[in-house]
Each structure stands twice: as structure tokens, then as C-alpha cells.
């Protein structure tokens, strides 16, 4: 394969594992997909093929959607039920972020929710909300009728407007850092009273219980998600011990949504994603789980942190 033919394929391939990774929730398979397309990229008769950037969406769409439909992903979902994988803000992966439909179609409530469409559902929802695709295009891609795939995309719509936990837009930076520290300050100095009251009447907590439980651990009242933070950021010998040393915790930014990072000698070991709604906290999904958090490392390690909220936990 020539160089032009090799920098087509790698002009695209960014936005080729912005959309995989929408589709399939984990940053290593998005990967595996792209790769996957630039073999048959390389294989191909090229000169046939009148729109690169369209054939490439296409293929790696399919190879997203035989994964989702497979035996073993069917399996997964159904009892797995693994958290989209986090990435943090700034890593390319995460993809265009010009809009707000843009922004909030990779936050982590939405690809949770998106778990739980139907595969042809969930591609035409990221082809049109996330890569502004008409619905012509979203057919071809597809194989459906156009129709097909405002009907695809208008459930879907619907479907992550009354389950996703956030349930509406996003609050400014600014006022998103307050709640969170302030949340974080009541966490870790026990006043669970202050916390049931951050909470939204509705306010939901998911958690892989640091990366131990086999199954995703659910709250769905206010007391239960405050004793649960508590208990969590209750710092103790034995959880410094199974970290690995001291811990400190940093206000970031993971999805899109903001978030708190355990980092251990560099090295994230955690984080909790927020979800707010009109000053208060709308969900906490908790993720410790160790291959859950291989990309976000990554990044982590390539940025300057900033001074942590809490230096020594």
C-alpha cells in the first residue's frame, strides 16, 4: 500500500475510533475495530472506492455492530453489564465536541444507556447525534431506508431523554467544580446529612465496588448512595494498604462530565463520574476496575494533574 493510500486511512482514523468507541464503549475494542478496517483498507481495490471517509465509515460501523450482535456481547450485556470504559477530557478518542448533542452523546450516562439499545438503534443515534450525518447517509451506511433511520434515531432520542440519570443539560464548569468539592468535602469529613441533601430525590449510584465486585453494585435512594459515598471516602489503613499507598484525590473532568480521580503514586486506581441537574447531584457511577482504566492512564500520565482537592486521603 502506498503512502497517499496510508495517509487517507490515518487522516480518518481519529474520528473512525470516535465513533467505536461510542459504539461499543471501550476504547481497546474501538481500537481493535480500527485496526480491523485499515486491514481491509489495505486489502481493498481502492480505486473503486469513489468516498474513502464513507466506505471507512461503513466498515467500521459493521465491525461494530457484529460485535454488539455477537453470542458473547449479547452475553455481556445481559450479565456482565460493564460500565462504558472512562476516558478523560482532552483524549482524541472522545472525538467532536462542538455541540452540545456532540458532548453529551459521549458522557457516561449516555453510553450507559445506550448499552441498551438495539444495535442498528444505537448506530443511527451516534452517526446523527454525534457525527451530524443526514439521514441519507445514515441509510447507506446502515442499509435501511431513510425512514428507517429518523425512526431508529427519534426512538433513541426518546429512549436516552427518560433514562438517562442527569436528565438534562449540563451545568457550567464552574459551578460543576463547586458541587463536587463541596460534595467531595462532605464525603470525607462524614457529614452524611449534607450529602442525602446534594442528592436529587431521584439520584441513582452504580459501581464496580473498585473493580472487586463481580456484579455492578445498584443504589437507588439518597440514604442508601450518602452511606455508600461515606463508607467509600472513609479513609482507612486498610484501604491505603490495598491501593498501594497514600492516596490523593483530583477534580477532573472524565466524558465530558466532572469527575473525582484516586491517584496512588501517579497512577489512577479510581474514579467517581457525576451526573448533575440544577445544583445537585443526579447520579455517581464508580469505576475501579483495573483494565477499565488502561487509556485513561495513559492520558493521565501525558497531562499536568494540578494540585488535588484532598492531598493526602
Known amino acids: 500500500m502506498d503512502s497517499a493510500a496510508i495517509d487517507r486511512f490515518e487522516a480518518s482514523r481519529s474520528r473512525l475510533a470516535s465513533l467505536a468507541y461510542r459504539l461499543l464503549g471501550s476504547a481497546g475494542d474501538a481500537e481493535d475495530a480500527v485496526q480491523d478496517a485499515f486491514l481491509r483498507w489495505q486489502a481493498a481495490d481502492r480505486d473503486r472506492i469513489e468516498v474513502p471517509e464513507a466506505w471507512l465509515t461503513k466498515v467500521v460501523t459493521n465491525l461494530c455492530l457484529d460485535q454488539l450482535r455477537s453470542a458473547h456481547a449479547r452475553y455481556e450485556r445481559a450479565v456482565g453489564d460493564l460500565l462504558p470504559e472512562p476516558l478523560l477530557q482532552g483524549d482524541p478518542m472522545l472525538g467532536p465536541a462542538e455541540t452540545v448533542e456532540q458532548r453529551e452523546s459521549v458522557s457516561l450516562a449516555v453510553l450507559t444507556v445506550m448499552q441498551r439499545l438495539a444495535p442498528v438503534e444505537r448506530a443511527a443515534y451516534v452517526l446523527r447525534e454525534a457525527f451530524s450525518y443526514p439521514h441519507a447517509e445514515i ?172 492531598a493526602e486521603w
Open 139 to 310: 441509510a447507506g451506511i446502515l442499509d435501511i431506508s431513510e425512514s428507517a433511520s429518523q425512526q431508529h434515531v427519534h426512538r433513541a432520542r426518546r429512549r436516552v431523554a427518560a433514562e438517562r440519570p442527569g436528565g438534562g443539560r449540563a451545568a457550567d464548569p464552574a459551578s460543576a467544580r463547586r458541587v463536587v468539592e463541596e460534595f467531595l468535602t462532605a464525603a470525607t469529613s462524614g457529614r452524611v446529612d449534607q450529602l442525602v441533601a446534594m442528592l436529587t430525590a431521584d439520584a441513582t449510584m452504580v459501581s464496580d465496588g473498585a473493580g472487586l465486585a463481580k456484579r455492578l453494585l445498584r443504589f437507588t435512594t439518597r440514604e442508601q448512595i450518602a452511606a455508600t459515598v461515606r463508607a467509600g471516602f472513609r479513609p482507612t489503613p486498610a484501604k491505603r494498604r490495598l491501593a498501594g499507598g497514600s492516596v490523593a484525590l483530583h477534580l477532573t473532568d472524565v466524558n465530558g462530565t466532572p469527575a473525582v480521580a484516586a491517584v496512588v503514586d501517579g497512577r489512577v486506581a479510581g474514579v467517581v463520574v457525576f451526573e448533575l441537574r440544577d445544583g445537585q447531584v443526579a447520579s455517581l457511577c464508580g469505576i475501579g476496575a483495573a483494565d477499565r482504566l488502561t487509556r485513561l492512564n495513559t492520558v493521565w500520565g501525558q497531562h499536568e494533574p494540578g494540585a488535588p482537592l484532598v
